[in-house]
């Protein structure tokens, strides 16, 4: 039985996937439990899949997972989740900006109670404009949509309780907020700060797409979180409100164009006003309409068999 997993998402870190795993195995030899290191190689094209192999030849607690073409690393991670089978999976990037040492801290606080541990980079060493700036603009969206108020939402060393990641199905750029539907499923979240430390090798996979999809999946991720079992409520809510509106203007313009034509005795026309309350109303109908609508395909949904969003090709194991 293997007490903890480690699970290593890497696309083109050849140079530095030997330097992580020299780096892991220091710190988890003297943390004393049973471990593995699972790597997911997200399609790599620089050689990195003969490096892993070499190291699970070298070491029967190394495994690989190698994509057919680049996925992305949420699925990388939904795929790294499913191969562990540790009591305990902790995530971190194979670009060496993680620090393995603070792996320890992650499980100290695990032992507390929590069901999540996530890491906050407070001194992060990345370059200001393009990392650190869209960085805590996604922080702070983050915390005021979830309602759950971390500090580093985009951290990928982090700690999961087993039964907390199991039945998660991840997609886009949903890895950065694990933590956040989790925590809406009722799991306890922690945070404590780790160090962070510069690229020395390879090439940053950021880009400001990457921002653009985490904040489209981050409104996907709230709207889930909140009503995917209720979709009803929510575009009941918006039609009801745009039909309320649409009625009172429309109401209001008639008593009036009433008290203008029977008081004042002066002809009355049919204005914008009357036709934006119709429009109102007629989209707040149509809201109602979609929300019954969304239900429906709601249902179907949880009727559905899941199916996997990547391809493996390769498994790679104990020589």
């Known amino acids: 039985m293997v007490e903890l997993s480690i699970v290593v998402p890497a696309f083109n870190e050849a140079e530095n996937i030997p330097l992580l795993y020299t780096e892991l195995t220091d710190v988890l030899k ?7 290191i699972v790597f997911v190689d997200d ?4 050689g990195s899949r003969d490096v892993l192999n070499e190291l699970a030849c070298k070491d029967p607690r190394v ?3 190698i994509f057919r073409t680049n996925f992305g690393q949420s699925a990388a991670m939904d795929a790294g989740f499913k191969e562990a089978r540790g009591d305990i999976v902790i995530t971190l990037d194979a ?7 603070d792996i320890p801290k992650i499980l100290s606080k695990l032992s507390e109670g929590f069901d999540v541990v996530s890491g906050w980079r407070r001194d992060r060493r990345d370059p200001f404009l393009s990392k650190r700036v869209p960085s805590r603009l996604s922080n702070w969206l983050h915390s005021r949509l979830t309602g759950l108020d971390i500090h580093d939402s985009g951290c990928t060393l982090k700690g999961y309780s087993h039964d907390a990641i199991e039945s998660l199905e991840l997609y886009g750029e949903m890895h950065r907020f694990i933590p956040a539907i989790l925590h809406s499923r009722g799991y306890r979240v922690a945070e404590v700060e780790v160090n962070h430390r510069p690229r020395q ?3 940053t996979k950021y880009g400001l797409y990457r921002l653009i999809n985490g904040f489209l999946d981050l409104l996907y991720i709230t709207f889930w979180s909140t009503f995917s079992s209720r979709p009803l409520h929510l575009f009941g809510r918006l039609g009801f409100s745009l039909t309320i509106v649409g009625f009172l203007a429309g109401t209001l313009k008639l008593i009036h164009q009433m008290y203008v034509f029977f008081v004042l005795a002066e002809v009355v026309f049919i204005g914008p006003i009357q036709f934006i309350s119709i429009l109102l109303m007629t989209i707040g109908v149509l809201f109602i309409c979609f929300g019954f609508l969304f239900e429906i395909q709601i249902r179907i949904f949880y009727r559905m068999t899941s199916v996997r969003n ?3 090709r390769e498994r790679i194991g104990p020589c």
């Open 201 to 203: 090798l390879g090439v």
């Open 310 to 312: 990547y391809s493996i």
């Open 63 to 65: 495994r690989a997972l």
């Open 43 to 46: 399609g790599s094209v620089d």
């Open 30 to 36: 003297g943390i004393g439990h049973s471990y593995e």
């Open 95 to 101: 670009d060496l900006q993680n620090n393995p040492e």
